[in-house]
């Protein structure tokens, strides 16, 4: 052979080799130039250029430039999979405004939506949900009409849901307290059976407030039958979360146990300032149980305080029979008295804020609609019994605020600590979720005063976690945000940066990331994250959003 001609063979065999990536396809609707490639399995770091076409990852190399497509010169920058939110609240949002502002430029690119609820099925006992969409009205009764509602409004990101068992629960039940009988556990079950069928990724539970509180753990396993069977996932809001933390983390790990089924435990804390600095028993707990075979995972938010209602701290059996029930009761003298009792003195296994706090009003932080919104309740209760002698009791004011407000108002309370936080935070099995909802500093969804994690989420574990503090490296910090929870829910294509994978990607500054929202302030965008591509489109350039709305409804095929 010819040293010519052997030159010759050995050009056309790396020219082969450089254009591999592309497979003689068309040419690249996008190309990301000169970016470090973080890219989802906890790896390290590398430098790659991504190709993207027809809303999927189609190179990832050194790629020829691009004809006529697009660049981005992500040069000083990281380039990850987009963030997946494990636990988000968007369900009805989405339908209001679909930007999903405060996700987007988090770097979100897929919300998992249900906590107990969920935006359907809403059926039987369970009525229909309505919402003006465009001006329009749009009403759904299963989760399948739900997607469809929301694909034809269009959102710039994709959603994922479980079905709640609080559906299922009320779907039957109602508002009764009643112990369901066999015959109406499997017309639950049917109705968990027709969710997963239209797509819904596994049941979830809220089990601190009724109707999820009234499931027993065989009614839950009985219910996650027909979600085993669809090869779906048990995610729950544990029963309690303060002095009996233990027992609740038991009873999920039961849960997957007994009906051979993956576990998620929702937003993992100690929130009693009895339990605190005991996380390394949540910790055994959950490692024990894989150890001999139980998938057991947690999803965290990066915050030491929780939103939930001053409505949780009335009593569970003070809520039968729904709102209008329990604002009955809140105007019967004798009613109170005994809520004043049980809110007091506790009730057996109930999670009751207001000893998990210590009974102290100053942390509790109204945070939804309200005249006192961004008022801690210490500072409304002084407020509100100015010039009395003797002060009427707290808890009666309480009573009489939540009566103006129909029953409802949104609080953020300090109860966990950082230490806990961070400990389960770090381990291998902890992914992260805001339980958190789209919002926007501006327009329709600027309301009330929600929690920061609604705007700061991932922006604060990449910022603080990684960047200041060093708990995470970058690489894994970015795997708990992306191909954890992808593998948790079964999305097969999506949580890395692979060829073939579905084009969802956030590119950002490293040095730069942070968040901004505060408890006070919460209506600040982060800083850092450059650009946002969901299928394969540009939702955020710059920092700025396009408009674009290429978000899916991610229905789960078992």
């Given at each position: 052979m010819t040293a010519s001609l052997g030159n010759t063979i050995l050009l056309a065999l790396a020219l082969t080799i450089f254009a591999s990536p592309l497979r003689g396809?068309?040419?690249?609707?996008?190309?990301?130039?000169?970016?470090?490639?973080?890219?989802?399995?906890?790896?390290?770091?590398?430098?790659?250029?991504?190709?993207?076409?027809?809303?999927?990852?189609?190179?990832?190399?050194?790629?020829?430039?691009?004809?006529?497509?697009?660049?981005?010169?992500?040069?000083?920058?990281?380039?990850?999979?987009?963030?997946?939110?494990?636990?988000?609240?968007?369900?009805?949002?989405?339908?209001?405004?679909?930007?999903a502002q405060s996700k987007i430029r988090q770097g979100v690119t897929t919300e998992v939506l249900g906590e107990g609820s969920s935006a359907g099925p809403r059926v039987g006992k369970l009525k229909s949900q309505s919402k003006i969409v465009e001006g329009l009205p749009v009403t759904w009764s299963t989760l399948g009409e739900y997607f469809e509602a929301v694909e034809k409004g269009g959102?710039?990101?994709?959603?994922?849901?479980?079905?709640?068992?609080?559906?299922?629960?009320?779907?039957?039940?109602?508002?009764?307290?009643?112990?369901?009988?066999?015959?109406?556990?499997?017309?639950?079950?049917?109705?968990?059976?027709?969710?997963?069928?239209?797509?819904?990724?596994?049941?979830?539970?809220?089990?601190?407030?009724?109707?999820?509180?009234?499931?027993?753990?065989?009614?839950?396993?009985?219910?996650?039958?027909?979600?085993?069977?669809?090869?779906?996932?048990?995610?729950?809001?544990?029963?309690?979360?303060?002095?009996?933390?233990?027992?609740?983390?038991?009873?999920?790990?039961?849960?997957?146990?007994?009906?051979?089924?993956?576990?998620?435990?929702?937003?993992?804390?100690?929130?009693?300032?009895?339990?605190?600095?005991?996380?390394?028993?949540?910790?055994?707990?959950?490692?024990?149980?894989?150890?001999?075979?139980?998938?057991?995972?947690?999803?965290?938010?990066?915050?030491?305080?929780?939103?939930?209602?001053?409505?949780?701290?009335?009593?569970?059996w003070a809520h039968e029979g729904g709102k209008s029930q329990m604002l009955a009761r809140l105007k019967d003298p004798k009613e109170r008295d005994r809520m004043k009792k049980d809110i007091r003195g506790g009730i057996a296994g109930w999670y009751n804020h207001y000893t998990a706090v210590g009974g102290d009003w100053s942390r509790m932080l109204v945070s939804g609609r309200s005249q006192y919104e961004g008022q801690t309740m210490d500072r409304v209760i002084a407020l509100r019994t100015r010039g009395q002698n003797p002060p009427p009791d707290s808890l009666d004011v309480l009573f009489d605020l939540l009566l103006e407000e129909e029953g409802s108002v949104s609080t953020v309370y300090a109860h966990h600590t950082e230490e806990d936080m961070n400990l389960a935070l770090a381990q291998p099995w902890c992914s992260i979720g805001s339980d958190g909802s789209a919002f926007s500093i501006e327009g329709l969804l600027r309301r009330g005063n929600p929690h920061p994690r609604n705007f700061g989420t991932f922006p604060r574990v990449l910022g603080v976690y990684v960047r200041e503090r060093k708990l995470l490296t970058l690489e894994d910090a970015i795997r708990k945000m992306t191909s954890l929870n992808a593998n948790k829910i079964g999305l097969r294509d999506r949580g890395l940066i692979r060829e073939g994978f579905a084009a969802d990607l956030c590119i950002f500054d490293p040095t730069k990331v942070i968040d901004h929202a505060t408890y006070t302030d919460p209506f600040q965008y982060n800083d850092g994250i450059e650009y946002v591509i969901v299928n394969g489109q540009v939702v955020l350039d710059r920092g700025t959003h396009t408009g674009a709305k290429p978000g899916k409804a991610l229905r789960h095929e078992p």
């Amino acid at each position: 052979m010819t040293a010519s001609l052997g030159n010759t063979i050995l050009l056309a065999l790396a020219l082969t080799i450089f254009a591999s990536p592309l497979r003689g396809q068309a040419p690249l609707d996008l190309v990301i130039r000169g970016g470090k490639v973080v890219d989802g399995t906890g790896n390290p770091w590398f430098y790659a250029d991504v190709g993207i076409k027809g809303g999927k990852i189609a190179a990832i190399g050194q790629l020829p430039a691009v004809a006529n497509g697009k660049q981005i010169d992500a040069t000083g920058l990281i380039v990850a999979p987009g963030f997946i939110d494990m636990h988000s609240h968007s369900d009805t949002v989405l339908l209001e405004e679909g930007l999903a502002q405060s996700k987007i430029r988090q770097g979100v690119t897929t919300e998992v939506l249900g906590e107990g609820s969920s935006a359907g099925p809403r059926v039987g006992k369970l009525k229909s949900q309505s919402k003006i969409v465009e001006g329009l009205p749009v009403t759904w009764s299963t989760l399948g009409e739900y997607f469809e509602a929301v694909e034809k409004g269009g959102i710039s990101v994709n959603i994922a849901s479980y079905v709640g068992l609080d559906n299922a629960w009320q779907a039957v039940m109602g508002q009764s307290y009643d112990r369901p009988t066999k015959e109406q556990f499997a017309e639950m079950q049917k109705v968990v059976e027709q969710a997963m069928q239209d797509g819904a990724i596994g049941l979830s539970s809220m089990l601190a407030m009724p109707p999820g509180s009234l499931a027993t753990t065989d009614d839950i396993v009985l219910l996650c039958e027909p979600v085993a069977k669809h090869g779906g996932l048990f995610s729950t809001h544990n029963r309690n979360e303060g002095t009996g933390v233990f027992d609740a983390i038991r009873e999920a790990i039961d849960v997957g146990e007994r009906a051979h089924i993956p576990v998620d435990i929702i937003h993992v804390k100690i929130a009693d300032q009895e339990y605190w600095g005991r996380m390394k028993e949540i910790i055994e707990l959950v490692e024990a149980a894989r150890r001999r075979g139980v998938n057991v995972q947690t999803n965290i938010y990066p915050y030491t305080r929780g939103n939930n209602n001053l409505s949780s701290i009335v009593p569970p059996w003070a809520h039968e029979g729904g709102k209008s029930q329990m604002l009955a009761r809140l105007k019967d003298p004798k009613e109170r008295d005994r809520m004043k009792k049980d809110i007091r003195g506790g009730i057996a296994g109930w999670y009751n804020h207001y000893t998990a706090v210590g009974g102290d009003w100053s942390r509790m932080l109204v945070s939804g609609r309200s005249q006192y919104e961004g008022q801690t309740m210490d500072r409304v209760i002084a407020l509100r019994t100015r010039g009395q002698n003797p002060p009427p009791d707290s808890l009666d004011v309480l009573f009489d605020l939540l009566l103006e407000e129909e029953g409802s108002v949104s609080t953020v309370y300090a109860h966990h600590t950082e230490e806990d936080m961070n400990l389960a935070l770090a381990q291998p099995w902890c992914s992260i979720g805001s339980d958190g909802s789209a919002f926007s500093i501006e327009g329709l969804l600027r309301r009330g005063n929600p929690h920061p994690r609604n705007f700061g989420t991932f922006p604060r574990v990449l910022g603080v976690y990684v960047r200041e503090r060093k708990l995470l490296t970058l690489e894994d910090a970015i795997r708990k945000m992306t191909s954890l929870n992808a593998n948790k829910i079964g999305l097969r294509d999506r949580g890395l940066i692979r060829e073939g994978f579905a084009a969802d990607l956030c590119i950002f500054d490293p040095t730069k990331v942070i968040d901004h929202a505060t408890y006070t302030d919460p209506f600040q965008y982060n800083d850092g994250i450059e650009y946002v591509i969901v299928n394969g489109q540009v939702v955020l350039d710059r920092g700025t959003h396009t408009g674009a709305k290429p978000g899916k409804a991610l229905r789960h095929e078992p």
